[in-house]
């Protein structure tokens, strides 16, 4: 089991840039894919981006190419997702989640966080 607490969000102008880190209990985060979702206000919960267990297969959602970028720490068991470009339709709670799936879906995904709230004003 693996319990996660996400931090960085935050109020930002559009255009800005913020860093969100997922700080992970247990000796088992190594094990674990991890992976960004984000729920809007009034939306449903959409993939972000994944990352695979040692980093080196990663995925982004189209929304966020080129302008997201995950990545981890195993050492520190600590995942991060740098936001930078950022726009109004990036305001969202984001969460972090851990699965066993190299996966889009959050139906796959076992563990995940409190979430924490990005706002981009305009």
């Known amino acids: 089991q693996v319990q996660l607490v996400e931090s960085g969000g935050g109020l930002v102008q559009a255009g800005g840039s913020l860093r969100l880190s997922c700080a992970a209990s247990?000796?088992?985060?190594?094990?674990?894919?991890m992976g960004w979702f984000r729920q809007g206000p009034g939306k449903e919960r959409e993939f972000v981006a994944v990352?695979?267990?040692?980093?080196?297969?990663?995925a982004y959602a189209d929304s966020v190419k080129g302008r997201f970028t995950i990545s981890r720490d195993n050492a520190e068991s600590t995942l991060y997702l740098g936001m930078n470009s950022l726009k109004p339709e990036d305001t969202a709670v984001y969460y972090c989640?851990?699965?066993?799936?190299?996966?889009?879906?959050?139906?796959?995904?076992?563990?995940w966080g409190q979430g924490t709230q990005v706002t981009v004003s305009s």
């Open positions: 247990g000796r088992t985060f190594r094990t674990y894919v």
């Open positions: 990352i695979s267990t040692s980093g080196s297969s990663i």
């Open positions: 989640a851990a699965g066993r799936s190299f996966s889009t879906s959050h139906k796959d995904y076992d563990y």
